[in-house]
T-cell receptor, first 115, second 112 residues
Framework: DTAVSQTPKYLVTQMGNDKSIKCEQN?????MYWYKQDSKKFLKIMFS???????INETVPNRFSPKSPDKAHLNLHINSLELGDSAVYFC??????????????FGSGTRLTVV | SQQGEEDPQALSIQEGENATMNCSYK?????LQWYRQNSGRGLVHLIL?????REKHSGRLRVTLDTSKKSSSLLITASRAADTASYFC????????????FGKGTTLSVSS
């Protein structure tokens, strides 16, 4: 009974393609996030939604567009993929913003490889 | 911008030994959290310590927080091979429009 599930787990695609990553949580959390982890394991916040409303939109290329159809889902669409987009993308959710009650629950990640 | 810096970057110990990892940060915080990441997996929340707390325990984990030095430490006692993972600190500012900021992590290897 996965708490935060991401699909797909692996994604290999060519430069210039458009792809989407889906995330769903069944924890009843109000806040969801997308983080990017680079090859040196550095995690950087990309977006955050609180109850379907965008609250954080960090400096990422506008080729990246998040969508939250309801508070249990946060998807990430990427247009015109570039080699530098290769990374592991993590979805996370929390009961309160910044996980200040009991932390974040992370998905298992989507490893995106652009060739 | 990066807030937390873990030290050391890598740590190798034998089973049964204690492992200590440190985290330093730059600005005032509301809370500090520690996470574990096993290879190829997502991060798992270990412990949260608030800015008005100095020490917290959870099983074999002990976390301290020194807000005057802007630093925290994570102690894992009696390490096991299964503790092999990367450990990250993350800081929460309790400001509107912010999310946890993660450090670069410490890679712990525990050999049997």
């Amino acid at each position: 009974d996965t708490a935060v599930s991401q699909t797909p787990k692996y994604l290999v695609t060519q430069m210039g393609n458009d792809k989407s990553i889906k995330c769903e949580q069944n924890l009843g959390h109000d806040t969801m996030y997308w983080y990017k982890q680079d090859s040196k394991k550095f995690l950087k916040i990309m977006f955050s939604y609180n109850n379907k409303e965008l609250i954080i939109n960090e400096t990422v290329p506008n080729r990246f567009s998040p969508k939250s159809p309801d508070k249990a889902h946060l998807n990430l669409h990427i247009n015109s993929l570039e080699l530098g987009d290769s990374a592991v993308y993590f979805c996370a959710s929390s009961q309160a913003p910044e996980g200040r009650v009991n932390g974040y629950t992370f998905g298992s990640g989507t490893r995106l490889t652009v060739v | 911008s990066q807030q937390g810096e873990e030290d050391p970057q890598a740590l190798s110990i034998q089973e049964g030994e204690n492992a200590t990892m440190n985290c330093s940060y730059k600005t005032s915080i509301n809370n500090l959290q520690w996470y574990r990441q096993n290879s190829g997996r997502g991060l798992v929340h270990l412990i949260l310590i608030r800015s008005n707390e100095r020490e917290k325990h959870s099983g074999r984990l002990r976390v301290t927080l020194d807000t005057s030095k802007k630093s925290s430490s994570l102690l894992i006692t009696a390490s096991r091979a299964a503790d092999t993972a990367s450990y990250f600190c993350a800081t929460g500012l309790n400001q509107a429009g912010t999310a946890l900021i993660f450090g670069k992590g410490t890679t712990l290897s525990v050999s049997s």
